[in-house]
């Protein structure tokens, strides 16, 4: 993984990005979301405290997932509609693989992006229904809508 070593453009507190595909930190000093571009850092605005979940896990943990070693480098935690939160973490793999280690009711959830083959046609979210099947994937098992809703970031 290679780490981007800088200071920020709010406070000028050192910050890392700690692996090639992180665009976004915050910075631990003063809560400033830091993009890289290509051609400088840009101060994005101050980000919100993360609610305290008692979550296990941390930003630095290393873990292995199917063979594969991992650094959680980000944390993301959203709102649910009804008001209860959950966190995403970022892993970073040794293989150049990313994803999301979700945490919600006590599970852990690891996550890809996973390309669509060309013309696969999904359904439009209004037209989800809970407990029916979601039907156009390709390949995949049968997926069942059991919640339907918007998350928002919360921090």
Same mark, same amino acid.
């Given at each position: ?14 910050? %890392? ?17 830091? *993009?890289?571009?290509?051609?400088? =850092? ?5 980000? *919100? @405290? ?10 630095? =943990?290393?873990? @292995?997932?199917? $063979?594969?070693?991992?650094? =959680?480098? $980000? ?7 009804? &008001? &209860?939160?959950? #966190? @995403? ?9 990313? $994803? ?5 009711? &006590? ?11 060309? $013309?696969?046609?999904?359904? #439009?979210? %209004?037209?989800?229904?809970? &407990? %029916? ?6 390949? *995949? *098992? ?7 809703? /918007?998350? /928002?970031?919360?921090?």
């Amino acid at each position: 993984m290679s780490v981007l070593r800088s200071n920020c453009p709010s406070c000028a507190a050192p910050i %890392e990005f700690k692996a090639g595909s992180t665009i976004v930190v915050v910075c631990e000093f003063c809560r400033s979301a830091v *993009a890289r571009t290509d051609r400088a =850092l840009e101060d994005l605005g101050k980000v *919100a @405290e993360v609610v305290e979940t008692q979550s296990p896990l941390k930003i630095g =943990l290393k873990g @292995e997932f199917k $063979g594969n070693r991992f650094e =959680l480098t $980000g944390r993301a935690q959203l709102k649910h509609e009804m &008001g &209860g939160v959950w #966190d @995403e973490w970022y892993a970073t793999f040794s293989n150049g693989w990313v $994803g999301w280690l979700a945490e919600a009711q &006590g599970r852990f959830y690891m996550t890809f992006y996973q390309p669509l083959p060309a $013309g696969t046609v999904l359904p #439009d979210f %209004e037209q989800l229904r809970i &407990g %029916e099947p979601i039907s156009g994937i390709p390949g *995949a *098992a049968e997926f069942i809508a059991a919640e339907k809703g /918007t998350a /928002t970031a919360a921090a």
